[in-house]
């Protein structure tokens, strides 16, 4: 009879008799006893380095992935269950996702046995556990009378037909013939055999394509008559909105005739409040395919936005096959149990993960330009890169000795600014990243280095005396082997560490910008000055103020606050809601209704680009909990971006955003 298992983690938060715990529960399904084994788990909670564990042995722990054992002699009995308690965790857990949701048995031969995994039960709550899109039903009667989203600047039409069947789209020039074919993609993908496009023998209303000198970038004028539609613009961005515009009227009035109509006349003028309508997706943390990938850019332009960052690299893996360092991929792409990376966020003991290949990034390029999208790869540094000194340890500084940790429990995670090999290596990734990416432009990343970073680094205690003096070093030697507090990313602005990343970042910068590229960071780019800031613009994450405070200091903003922004927040504050919560939560109204303008100067105004949506990933264990966290909030964020703040209406946008495509169809239950 072969071992079997079953696991269950439960969550209590602290009381006034008892710290919080975070139980760990190993029962012995088969028939029989099993001692001198060892149990891993993973899943986006933490048992950080200040944690204890009762009734167990801490064997190995990095971020969190976590290796423990019975005490000292255990045997669990056929029947029996081991229960082992976490206390003291830095950061509590607060939404059912946040527990193991990958855990293995290693027997005593070294044989693995992967064990199913239940969401963390939350001690005292029973009530169901959510998943899938949240629905929006289309009511009786909407606010308006045809379906857009994001709304805009002015809908002046008039009349009222049952839709028309679909559209024959009749494009005149180069660039209509182009915007038409990657509508018809676009709408044959998202909506498979609703034939929005088909030719007049099926009943196609004809859609002229024209070229109209003199509007803005993606400007766009959709006009109707009786029987016959007009796209007119300059540019084949503006082309493809208008194009969408029209699809997206065409399914609100088939879908909902009761609702919608499709307008017999009058005229829709349409141009984005921002040019930068952002959506970020980290594919480190998990991997998401190259049709996943794909389908996300087809809704992101649904959206339209036309911004993509790819954020390709992080402790958690390396996503991009570079051909000077096959070790990246072949090494820093993979998790596993006994692996140079183990299982990490609920990716199992057997090897897990992925790259895009060069074929297959060229190939979404493409995809995306077709659809109006700039893709802008992020290679974060020089934070966040455990996963790539895993492959490439040659780029420490070999004197280096102690530990730091980072604010997600990687030990010594960061690339070494003292280090010259390091400088080789950035700017053969920047070469061969520029040149798979054509919208010129590198973001590096520099998010959440940690403050004791290289504080066992010989080279760069070095550097910070050359830089700041000898009493800055002994200010960075008092940091060696300090693990941090774990409550948050370290404040490092003023510090040397701040000194030597500001150093690497310039160096780095100044490079990009030699080869003709504009440079993106997270805000903590700006620390320092450390970016020319007319060949620069950085996102600000952390919280809402930094924006106009960076925009006030000259600099391009993205806004992206962690509170409102950040996709990877639960939706509510319940535990039943999937997600994370250091930034809180943010439901799809509170999303919708946050107003990046607010609090900026006229002259910083200047500097705002616009917005972005962050889809991290750490809390993706499921694509349920994708479509959740996702949707409609991706929407909101979209509608923000184009719509000025005195056309937003919440009202509106929840009457019509039940159209919107989701990701993987996961849609919660009613
Ligand atoms: C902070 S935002 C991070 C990420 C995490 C995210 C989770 C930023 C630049 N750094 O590494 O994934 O929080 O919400």
Redesign the pocket.
């Known amino acids: 009879m072969p071992m079997s298992f079953s696991f269950v983690t439960t969550w209590s938060p602290a009381t006034a008799d008892e710290p919080l715990g975070y139980g760990i529960e190993l029962t012995n399904t088969g028939d029989t006893p099993v001692s001198d084994f060892q149990l891993g788990f993973s899943g986006p909670a933490r048992i950080d380095p200040h944690a204890t564990l009762e009734n167990g042995v801490l064997l190995r722990r990095l971020s969190n992935h976590t290796l423990i054992a019975p005490p000292e002699g255990f045997v669990l009995e056929p029947g029996a269950t081991w229960t082992a308690v976490a206390r003291g965790l830095s950061y509590g857990l607060r939404h059912w996702s946040d527990g193991a949701n990958a855990a293995y048995v290693v027997l005593s031969d070294g044989s693995i046995i992967p064990l199913a995994t239940a969401p963390t039960r939350g001690k005292g709550n029973n009530a169901p556990l959510l998943k899938g899109a949240a629905r929006f039903p289309v009511p009786a009667k909407a606010p308006v009378a045809v379906s857009i989203i994001p709304w805009p600047q002015s809908v002046a039409t008039t009349g009222a037909r049952i839709a028309p069947p679909g559209l024959d789209l009749k494009p005149e020039g180069n660039d209509a013939g182009r915007a038409a074919a990657a509508f018809a993609g676009l709408v044959d993908d998202l909506f498979p055999v609703e034939a929005l496009v088909r030719p007049s023998a099926e009943g196609g209303m004809p859609v002229a394509i024209s070229h109209k000198p003199g509007l803005g970038d993606e400007a766009y004028e959709l006009s109707f008559a009786e029987n016959a539609a007009t796209v007119a613009a300059t540019t084949r961005q503006g082309m493809v909105y208008g194009l969408i515009t029209l699809g997206q009227i065409l399914r609100g009035a088939r879908l909902h005739p009761q609702t919608f109509v499709f307008p017999t006349g009058g005229v829709i003028t349409d141009a984005p409040g921002f040019a930068y309508r952002g959506s970020h997706l ?1 594919v480190a ?1 998990q991997f998401y395919t190259t049709a996943e990938v794909s389908r996300f850019l087809k809704i992101m332009a649904w959206n339209k936005l036309n911004k993509f960052h790819w954020h390709l690299s ?1 402790d958690e893996a390396w996503r991009l096959e570079i051909d000077a360092y096959p070790q990246l991929t072949e090494i820093a792409a993979w998790r596993g149990h006994g692996k140079a990376l183990p299982p990490l966020l609920g990716s199992g003991p057997q090897p897990t993960g992925g790259y895009y290949t060069k074929a297959a990034v060229r190939q979404i390029v493409a995809l995306a330009d077709s659809l109006a999208i700039a893709v802008i790869p992020e290679i974060d540094m020089p934070g ?1 890169f455990y996963a790539a000194l895993q492959a490439l340890p040659e780029l420490r500084d070999p004197q280096e000795t102690g530990e730091y940790q980072s604010v ?1 429990g990687f030990p010594n995670n960061s690339l070494n600014p003292a280090h010259e090999p390091v400088y080789r290596f950035v700017e053969t990734i920047v070469d061969e990243v520029l040149e798979l990416f054509p919208a010129g432009i590198f973001h590096l990343g520099a ?2 280095v940690p403050l004791a970073a290289w504080s066992g680094s010989p080279l760069a205690l070095d550097m910070i005396e050359r830089l700041g003096g000898p009493e800055m070093r002994r200010k960075h030697e008092k940091q060696f082997n300090q693990l941090g507090n774990h409550h948050g ?1 370290d404040e490092i602005e003023g510090s040397p560490t701040a000194l030597i990343q500001a150093a690497f970042i310039r160096r780095v910068h100044d490079y990009i910008a030699s080869k003709g590229a504009i440079t993106g960071g ?1 805000e903590e780019a700006a620390h320092g000055d450390a970016v020319d800031k007319t060949k620069a613009f950085v996102i600000g ?1 952390r919280n809402v103020e930094i924006n106009a405070a960076l925009a006030e200091r000259g600099f391009d903003i993205v806004v992206s606050p ?1 509170q409102r922004y ?1 996709l ?2 639960a939706n509510g504050v319940q535990w039943t809601e999937p997600g ?1 919560g ?2 809180g939560w943010s439901g799809p109204q509170e999303t919708y209704e946050f107003e990046a303008r607010a609090g900026f100067s006229e002259q910083g105004l200047k500097h705002l680009l616009g917005i972005q949506a ?1 889809i ?1 990933s ?1 809390s993706m264990t499921d694509r349920a909990i994708f479509d959740r966290l996702v949707f409609p909030r991706l929407s909101a964020i979209a509608e923000a971006g184009w719509t000025l703040p005195e056309r937003k209406s919440w009202d509106r946008f929840k009457a019509l955003v039940g159209t919107m495509p989701i990701l993987y169809g996961h849609w919660a239950a009613d």
């Open positions: 980290d943390r992080e966040h997600q998010d959440e990313a997270w994450w962690g950040y990877d927040m994370a250091w930034a962050c991290w750490e």
